[in-house]
């Protein structure tokens, strides 16, 4: 058990970090802890959420992803089209936008594996293509998405927001599974060292590949999620999800050096930091104060996640960090 | 084969060459099955290219390779382990930040890609509990353990693959005695059970007691192969070298001097790495630290250089207390202490500037505002002078460091501290992985700074370089000293026995008596 908590140290942290703020949240929220506010308040978690998963595959296999928004924009705008009509014609689109998602993801897999390009790189330049074909597809904001559809997965289950319980289908049904798979446990290896990872007899190429395809899988289901929250197409969208998909991973706990750091640590992160919002905006804060004060308390949470740097007392060892 | 044992594996006249670098040369090598065979060579010598193409980390450049007679071609260690070959790495292949568990089910052949099985934890942990490791928890981070528990879990990843072909690369390197003769006696079942197994050491004793046969590697080539038994302890150490011990080192220049202590180390700590050192350097004096890797000799020569906070203590040069807040006060003068690191593409020089950066970048910073004064009062004849007395091969001086040959980069490492003129020269393993000229030119050089009124502290995991060159040996065995040898008391044989922390080894355990702790 201690060993549990200790190998966890990061995602315990962040854990109880969340659960302070989501108290403040339902007790200070003017309307209190209703299920409208409990569910919108999923909502916007579950959109960030799903994106962290996404930068989360990437980061774990130490390459950061830039392109998980452009790839949200890209899905979100092809949503726009494909899901409406026939419950046939729009189960075909279900299926293209997350097909586009994963092959975004492959496309990047490709350049970084084979190509031998820095990720960074790699998906600044892909992100640019993706947010491209996404204003393509949809100039100005527009389009519709089917409502039924779309109500199904924003609202409610019995007073529990859908929202969350995708969350919880994705994490029983699809995570735990694969963190006992030998695949899982190379995605873990080679983040944290290819080195070994190869010498140990692991086919490090294509395990990594695989965590691209996996990254633009997951972006292309937040890019599903937004639509159903909007129900409109927006190619606009891409760089906020960017930038705050790294900052849920690096709340999570999980090290952007690699290999270090679970799912459930991401899912942590992305609902730290929308709530961190959501409480903003009934602080009664002005509105212009609020960026900042936001920033000062990401701040904070992480400087406390990395405060054991303090306690090294090798210098050269502070460089391994 | 002629004695009826089955071959394994076989290399056919194999090359490896790394740019203009020869790591083997034309090796043609057998390995059969239901033997010890030990793989002997100073380092640099090809034995750890050899166990890399063997286990599919690295491919020929030229030749063949069979395994049970038939051409293979070994793409990866995964498909080395298909065929059966698994290789206990030096650098260790473990995983820092997985457990013991997960480390030990990574890239096992039974899991591949699929579910976890457990069929390999429970063969893990029998082998673990037989190497004294019952203590080592299947839960623990591999990076929370110290370095003897993580060569125990890296042989016990290792046999459960039960591999045909075992090879170890220095794999009890900082186990001691009484673990390795557990991990002997595991060994010797394996072999009776048919595997073959490549052990590489560099200790002798070890190799007397556990090998049938012996092979000897030179220079990327393979010189010779016999039973054990065949050649006497100095014949091997001759076929090792190539030449005698009298011709690789150089005699001293001046006599062991007698004068006050340059540098003094009084009581010295550092969490439980370093307990409780002491020692003097004289100007003139060659000391070396000695023992197995990992026993506290790195961490004083960190100490010394700074790089390490709250040290307990003294350090105090010419009776003047020292405060070595970082390596820039300990390199400014007067204080000049200089270290050469041990791994010198990654801590000793920046392979992709060149000669003349990196030359210069141990003068920056010496002075206040140093940073913007790129003159920095160093003489630019005293990096030639360094150079030329080494005779580092270059075209100029503009020349990236990554274009250089081993030697010829630690020679570089070696000009950068030189020319700041240091009264204490700290070196950790100077000639590791370089060729036998460069290692002469090396010693010459350590004899002339010592004439010239140079303290240098050497450390050594060569016990031929700690004989032959340093006037006093302390030998560390768990952060503190072991015992201190010197002038007829220096010798390999209680070298071995003071890093084994045993108090004793008869005088001919090098000859055919294994040292039993």
Same mark, same amino acid.
């Given at each position: 058990?201690?060993?549990?908590?200790?190998?966890?140290?990061?995602?315990?942290?962040?854990?109880?970090?969340?659960?302070?703020?989501?108290?403040?949240?339902?007790?200070?929220?003017?309307?209190?802890?209703?299920?409208?506010?409990?569910?919108?308040?999923?909502?916007?978690?579950?959109?960030?959420?799903?994106?962290?998963?996404?930068?989360?595959?990437?980061?774990?296999?130490r390459?950061?992803?830039?392109?998980?928004?452009?790839?949200?924009?890209?899905?979100?705008?092809?949503?726009?089209?494909?899901?409406?009509?026939?419950?046939?014609?729009?189960?075909?689109?279900l299926?293209?936008?997350?097909?586009?998602?994963?092959?975004?993801?492959?496309?990047?897999?490709?350049?970084?594996?084979?190509?031998?390009?820095?990720?960074?790189?790699?998906?600044?330049?892909?992100?640019?293509?993706?947010?491209?074909?996404?204003?393509?597809?949809?100039?100005?904001?527009?389009?519709?998405?089917?409502?039924?559809?779309?109500?199904?997965?924003?609202?409610?289950?019995?007073?529990?927001?859908?929202?969350?319980?995708?969350?919880?289908?994705?994490?029983?049904?699809?995570?735990?599974?694969?963190?006992?798979?030998?695949?899982?446990?190379?995605?873990y290896?080679?983040?944290?060292?290819?080195?070994?990872?190869?010498q140990?007899?692991?086919?490090?190429?294509?395990?990594?590949l695989?965590?691209?395809?996996?990254?633009?899988?997951?972006?292309?289901?937040?890019?599903?999620?937004?639509?159903?929250?909007?129900?409109?197409?927006?190619?606009?969208?891409?760089?906020?999800?960017?930038?705050?998909?790294?900052?849920?991973?690096?709340?999570?706990?999980?090290?952007?050096?690699?290999?270090?750091?679970?799912?459930?640590?991401?899912?942590?992160?992305?609902?730290?930091?929308?709530?961190?919002?959501?409480?903003?905006?009934?602080?009664?804060?002005?509105?212009?104060?609020?960026?900042?004060?936001?920033?000062?308390?990401?701040?904070?949470?992480?400087?406390?996640?990395?405060?054991?740097?303090?306690?090294?007392?090798?210098?050269?060892?502070?460089?391994?960090? | 084969?002629?004695?009826?044992?089955?071959e394994l594996?076989?290399?056919?006249?194999?090359?490896?060459?790394?740019?203009?670098?020869?790591?083997?040369?034309k090796?043609?090598?057998?390995?059969?099955?239901?033997?010890?065979?030990?793989v002997?060579?100073?380092?640099?010598?090809?034995?750890?290219?050899?166990?890399?193409?063997?286990?599919?980390?690295?491919?020929?450049?030229?030749?063949?390779?069979?395994?049970?007679?038939?051409?293979?071609?070994?793409?990866?260690?995964?498909?080395?382990?298909?065929?059966?070959?698994?290789?206990?790495?030096?650098?260790?292949?473990?995983?820092?930040?997985?457990?013991?568990?997960?480390?030990?089910?990574?890239?096992?052949?039974?899991?591949?890609?699929?579910r976890?099985?457990k069929?390999?934890?429970?063969?893990?942990?029998?082998?673990?509990?037989?190497?004294?490791?019952?203590?080592?928890?299947?839960?623990?981070?591999?990076?929370?353990?110290?370095?003897?528990?993580?060569?125990?879990?890296?042989?016990?990843?290792?046999?459960?693959?039960?591999?045909?072909?075992?090879?170890?690369?220095?794999?009890?390197?900082?186990l001691?005695?009484s673990?390795?003769?557990k991990?002997?006696?595991?060994v010797?079942?394996?072999?009776?059970?048919?595997?073959?197994?490549?052990?590489?050491?560099?200790?002798?004793?070890?190799v007397?007691?556990?090998?049938?046969?012996?092979?000897?590697?030179?220079?990327?080539?393979?010189?010779d192969?016999?039973?054990?038994?065949?050649?006497?302890?100095?014949?091997?150490?001759?076929?090792?070298?190539?030449?005698?011990?009298?011709?690789?080192?150089?005699?001293?220049?001046?006599?062991?001097?007698?004068?006050?202590p340059?540098?003094?180390?009084?009581?010295?700590?550092?969490?439980?790495?370093?307990?409780?050192?002491?020692?003097?350097?004289?100007?003139?004096?060659?000391?070396?630290?000695?023992?197995?890797?990992?026993?506290?000799?790195?961490? =004083?020569?960190?100490?010394?250089? %700074?790089?390490?906070? $709250? /040290?307990?203590? @003294? !350090?105090?040069?010419?009776?003047?207390? +020292?405060?070595?807040?970082?390596?820039?006060?300990?390199?400014?003068?007067p204080?000049?202490?200089?270290?050469?690191?041990?791994?010198?593409?990654?801590?000793?020089?920046?392979?992709?500037?060149?000669?003349?950066?990196?030359?210069?970048?141990a003068?920056?910073?010496?002075?206040?505002?140093?940073?913007?004064d790129?003159?920095?009062?160093?003489?630019?004849?005293?990096?030639?002078?360094?150079?030329?007395?080494?005779?580092?091969?270059?075209?100029?001086?503009?020349?990236?460091?990554?274009?250089?040959?081993?030697?010829?980069?630690?020679?570089?490492?070696?000009?950068?501290?030189?020319?700041?003129?240091?009264?204490?020269?700290? =070196?950790?393993?100077p000639?590791? %992985?370089?060729?036998? $000229? /460069?290692?002469? @030119? !090396?010693?010459?050089?350590?004899?002339? +700074?010592?004439?010239?009124?140079?303290?240098?502290?050497?450390?050594?995991?060569?016990?031929?370089e700690?004989?032959h060159?340093?006037?006093?040996?302390?030998?560390?065995?768990?952060?503190?000293?072991?015992?201190?040898?010197?002038?007829?008391?220096?010798?390999a044989?209680?070298?071995?026995?003071?890093?084994?922390?045993?108090?004793?080894?008869?005088?001919?355990?090098?000859?055919?008596?294994?040292?039993?702790?």
């Amino acid at each position: 058990m201690l060993d549990d908590i200790r190998t966890n140290k990061r995602e315990v942290i962040a854990l109880a970090f969340l659960v302070v703020l989501v108290s403040v949240y339902l007790t200070t929220h003017p309307s209190g802890p209703t299920t409208y506010v409990l569910t919108i308040w999923a909502n916007q978690c579950t959109v960030l959420a799903l994106v962290a998963i996404a930068q989360f595959f990437a980061v774990l296999v130490r390459g950061l992803d830039l392109s998980v928004g452009a790839v949200m924009a890209l899905t979100n705008t092809l949503a726009s089209h494909l899901l409406i009509g026939s419950s046939t014609s729009i189960g075909l689109g279900l299926l293209a936008v997350l097909a586009v998602g994963s092959l975004c993801g492959l496309a990047n897999g490709l350049a970084i594996v084979y190509g031998r390009i820095q990720p960074i790189v790699a998906t600044l330049a892909s992100a640019s293509v993706f947010v491209g074909l996404a204003l393509l597809l949809r100039p100005t904001p527009g389009g519709e998405i089917d409502f039924d559809l779309a109500d199904a997965l924003t609202l409610d289950i019995w007073g529990l927001p859908t929202a969350l319980v995708i969350l919880t289908v994705i994490v029983v049904v699809f995570w735990i599974p694969l963190r006992r798979t030998g695949f899982g446990l190379a995605l873990y290896a080679i983040g944290s060292s290819q080195q070994a990872a190869f010498q140990s007899g692991t086919p490090v190429a294509r395990v990594r590949l695989a965590a691209f395809v996996l990254a633009g899988l997951f972006a292309g289901v937040a890019g599903l999620f937004v639509s159903f929250i909007t129900t409109t197409g927006d190619a606009s969208i891409a760089p906020n999800y960017t930038l705050n998909s790294i900052a849920a991973v690096v709340l999570g706990g999980i090290a952007l050096r690699g290999g270090v750091g679970s799912l459930f640590g991401a899912l942590i992160g992305a609902f730290i930091l929308k709530t961190i919002s959501a409480l903003m905006f009934f602080s009664g804060l002005p509105p212009l104060a609020q960026p900042f004060v936001e920033g000062l308390i990401l701040a904070v949470a992480i400087a406390i996640g990395s405060a054991d740097i303090l306690r090294l007392r090798n210098r050269l060892e502070v460089f391994d960090r | 084969m002629s004695d009826g044992k089955r071959e394994l594996i076989r290399f056919e006249e194999v090359t490896k060459a790394y740019g203009a670098t020869l790591a083997l040369k034309k090796v043609s090598f057998t390995c059969q099955a239901g033997e010890v065979r030990a793989v002997l060579g100073e380092n640099g010598a090809g034995k750890s290219t050899l166990m890399k193409l063997m286990s599919g980390v690295i491919q020929p450049t030229l030749g063949k390779i069979y395994v049970d007679g038939q051409p293979v071609r070994l793409e990866s260690p995964g498909a080395a382990r298909d065929l059966g070959i698994v290789c206990m790495f030096q650098e260790l292949s473990l995983v820092p930040d997985l457990s013991v568990r997960d480390n030990i089910l990574l890239g096992a052949k039974e899991v591949g890609m699929g579910r976890l099985s457990k069929g390999n934890l429970t063969r893990a942990r029998a082998i673990l509990d037989r190497i004294e490791g019952a203590h080592i928890p299947m839960k623990r981070k591999v990076a929370d353990l110290s370095l003897p528990e993580r060569q125990q879990v890296e042989i016990a990843k290792a046999i459960c693959r039960a591999p045909r072909l075992l090879i170890l690369d220095e794999a009890t390197s900082a186990l001691n005695a009484s673990v390795v003769q557990k991990v002997f006696g595991l060994v010797r079942d394996l072999r009776d059970q048919g595997t073959g197994i490549l052990f590489i050491s560099h200790r002798f004793h070890e190799v007397d007691d556990l090998a049938d046969s012996i092979s000897v590697f030179r220079n990327g080539e393979h010189v010779d192969t016999f039973q054990k038994g065949k050649h006497s302890y100095s014949e091997i150490i001759a076929k090792m070298i190539g030449q005698s011990l009298t011709e690789l080192f150089p005699p001293r220049l001046s006599p062991i001097p007698d004068g006050a202590p340059l540098l003094k180390v009084d009581d010295l700590s550092f969490g439980d790495t370093l307990r409780g050192v002491s020692l003097e350097v004289r100007p003139g004096e060659v000391l070396g630290l000695g023992g197995l890797d990992g026993q506290g000799q790195m961490v =004083l020569v960190q100490a010394l250089f %700074g790089l390490l906070k $709250k /040290t307990g203590g @003294q !350090i105090s040069e010419n009776g003047h207390p +020292l405060q070595l807040k970082s390596p820039r006060a300990a390199k400014a003068p007067p204080t000049g202490i200089a270290l050469v690191p041990e791994d010198r593409k990654t801590e000793g020089l920046i392979p992709e500037l060149s000669i003349r950066e990196n030359m210069e970048l141990a003068a920056l910073g010496r002075h206040p505002f140093g940073l913007t004064d790129l003159d920095n009062g160093i003489d630019p004849d005293l990096f030639t002078r360094f150079t030329s007395e080494m005779e580092l091969v270059c075209r100029n001086f503009d020349q990236p460091v990554s274009d250089l040959s081993g030697g010829n980069q630690q020679k570089v490492a070696l000009t950068k501290w030189l020319a700041l003129q240091p009264r204490c020269l700290l =070196l950790a393993d100077p000639t590791r %992985g370089i060729d036998v $000229k /460069t290692k002469t @030119q !090396i010693y010459r050089l350590i004899r002339q +700074l010592a004439a010239e009124g140079v303290a240098i502290i050497l450390l050594s995991t060569d016990y031929e370089e700690l004989i032959h060159l340093c006037d006093s040996v302390h030998v560390f065995y768990d952060g503190a000293v072991r015992q201190v040898l010197e002038g007829p008391e220096l010798t390999a044989e209680n070298i071995i026995a003071a890093s084994l922390n045993v108090n004793s080894v008869p005088v001919q355990a090098a000859q055919g008596h294994p040292a039993h702790a």
